[in-house]
């Protein structure tokens, strides 16, 4: 079964500094990994997403991923950190329901950055 | 957000209450998702819609009845809930949701439920 997991409940980071927030996934097949961000009392906003292709992948409002196969992780980053991104993340994977015939998120528990000024 | 919208955005009832939560997306896409996002809990997903057909039911009590009269909008009628049931309701949409899509998934805002 796919599965992602957030081993960090909280990164604290300061403003300005870089920030990643971690993600390992455990697939079979090719993984098609994504990363959200929820803002408070809002629902899930995508960020980015890997499918196949560049290891480094580019996303919104600065935010980039790595995806390492040897290591099966995929951790956001961000080189200069602001107050405003303060936010849960969440890491998902693409699972496929074959029984359904349909693709479903598989999520990891988030992680909530805080940036302090 | 203005992709998919979801009303209301917050709901209050009594355990013996009908309410229904609705979702719509302007995005033209052909697959719908209700999820489930509870305190200290992953996001469970509950329902799905392929071309207005149910193609999933999670293991979900018989008080949640979702409803897709066409791709661009989706129901989720409530019954008889449980104080357990409050929660945040996502809906989201995605282009399909086939074997060979790699389709993102855009959620709308939510519905912040709370069962008295």
């Known amino acids: 079964a796919q599965s992602v997991a957030q081993p960090e409940d909280q990164v604290n980071v300061a403003e300005g500094n870089p920030l990643t927030v971690k993600c390992t996934y455990s697939?079979?097949?090719?993984?098609?990994l994504f990363w959200y961000v929820q803002y408070p009392n809002r629902g899930l906003q995508f960020l980015l997403k890997y499918i196949t292709g560049d290891n480094l992948v580019k996303g919104s409002y600065g935010f980039e991923a790595e995806f390492n196969k040897s290591q099966t992780s995929f951790h956001l980053k961000k080189p200069s950190a602001l107050v405003s991104d303060s936010a849960l993340y969440f890491c998902?994977?693409?699972?496929?329901?074959?029984?359904?015939?349909?693709?479903?998120?598989?999520f990891g528990a988030g992680t909530r950055l805080a940036v302090h000024p | 957000e203005t992709g998919v919208t979801q009303t209301p955005r917050h709901l209050v009832m009594g355990m013996t209450n009908k309410k229904s939560l609705k979702c719509e997306q302007h995005?033209?896409?052909?697959?719908m998702y209700w999820y489930k996002q509870s305190a200290k809990k992953p996001l469970e997903l509950m329902f799905v819609?392929?071309?207005?057909?149910?193609?999933e039911n999670n293991s979900v009590p018989s008080r949640f009845s979702p409803e897709c009269p066409n791709s661009s909008h989706l129901f989720l009628h409530l019954h008889t809930l449980q104080p357990e049931d409050s929660a945040l309701y996502l809906c989201a949409s995605s282009q399909a949701t086939y074997r060979s899509s790699t389709d993102t998934q855009y959620f709308g805002p939510g519905t912040r439920l709370t069962v008295l």
């Open positions: 995005l033209g896409h052909n697959a």
């Open positions: 697939v079979s097949g090719n993984p098609y």
């Open positions: 819609y392929n071309f207005k057909e149910q193609t």
């Open positions: 998902a994977v693409r699972d496929y329901v074959g029984a359904g015939g349909y693709n479903k998120l598989i």
